[in-house]
């Protein structure tokens, strides 16, 4: 190898070095202490743990709050990215596509640049203050915004997050609502990159606004879509701050919105299971890797070129 060449190479490494240096003590590092943890019966405070092998994986299978969990992901898994993405779809094409033509090109509706920071709005906020906002909201009595609007119209009050039927889906609502600005706005980034003749010649051949929509916009969108699934599916395997501060005991009723990470804190930190919780993080990871590769290879398909 010639010096040019090692001096090439030295200079990309020495980049190289304290970030990999970084990423391997705060990222890769826990990880492998954490699959460490699963194997031993630790409960936070002993000085040697004690290790058990798989036993804390075979609990998992028998843990029946473990599969409600489970269970609640699955739910949110379908629910929320495909929810989110049609929204989102929806809405920036109406802020990018939807006023239809104007003299030699294609506009958004009245007013979209201020639509598109209404819908963000909600991305900028904490999840903390989402919580908080959305338990105002959602209050079991007339001080609610959602309860005291009923009880005006002379309907018995709701319990949006006391109700196990409820409960899930009243969260998936706030998730779906914090989340679609931000998919709108990245939507509207992939339809700004695709070339205005493309609509301009098929609204010239008379293709009104549900043929652009899915003849167009979306084939084109579609790499952007697998982005925004992936996403939008590792946020389903998370939710723990806004599950923990909007529901009712933290994963509550009776479990009804409970999620593995809850599951996780509550595990580690109110029973001392350090082990245990670490055995379900482990499962979580793989869950969460099994389901971004599949839908990678899924969806994956020849790039098409603009």
């Given amino acids: 190898m010639s010096t040019e060449r090692l001096r090439k190479y030295g200079f990309v490494a020495g980049f190289l070095v304290v970030p990999l240096t970084l990423y391997l003590v705060f990222v890769i590092s826990p990880y492998i202490q954490a699959f460490q943890l699963a194997l ?16 804390n994986f075979g609990k998992l299978f028998d843990d029946e709050v473990f599969w409600q969990a489970i269970r609640n992901h699955a739910v949110i898994l379908l629910v929320l990215p495909l929810l989110t993405i049609a929204f989102a779809l929806f809405f920036a094409f109406l802020l990018n596509l939807g006023g239809g ?47 005291g609007a009923l009880i005006k119209m002379g309907l018995d009050p709701v319990g949006w997050l006391t109700e196990p039927s409820l409960a899930l889906w009243s969260l998936l609502a706030v998730m779906i609502w914090q ?24 609204a010239l051949d008379g293709a009104g606004r549900f043929r652009l929509f899915f003849s167009i916009t979306l084939p084109l969108l ?3 879509i697998q ?8 946020a389903a395997f998370d939710c723990f701050a806004l ?6 005991d933290a994963g509550g009723p009776d479990g009804a919105t409970t999620v593995l990470p809850v599951e996780i ?38 790039k098409i070129e603009l």
């Fill in 265 to 302: 804190y509550k595990t580690a930190f109110s029973y001392n299971k350090v082990g245990y919780a670490s055995a379900m993080g482990v499962a979580l990871f793989f869950l969460t890797i099994t389901f971004a590769v599949l839908t990678l290879r899924v969806s994956r398909r020849e």
């Fill in 101 to 147: 033509s104007r003299g030699a090109g294609m506009r958004g509706v009245w007013g979209s640049t201020f639509y598109k920071v209404v819908f963000f709005a909600p991305q900028v906020l904490a999840v903390a203050v989402v919580g908080v906002l959305w338990k105002a909201i959602f209050r079991p009595d007339e001080s609610g915004v959602v309860n």
């Fill in 222 to 224: 579609r790499d952007t």
């Fill in 227 to 234: 982005v925004g699934w992936v996403y939008l599916g590792i």
């Fill in 243 to 248: 599950i923990q501060v909007l529901s009712v």
């Fill in 179 to 202: 989340a679609v600005g931000f998919y709108v706005v990245l939507f509207s980034a992939g339809m700004a990159a695709i070339p205005r003749d493309y609509f301009e010649a098929a």
């Fill in 40 to 55: 031993t019966s630790w409960n936070g405070y002993q000085r040697n743990p004690t290790y058990v092998g798989l036993a």
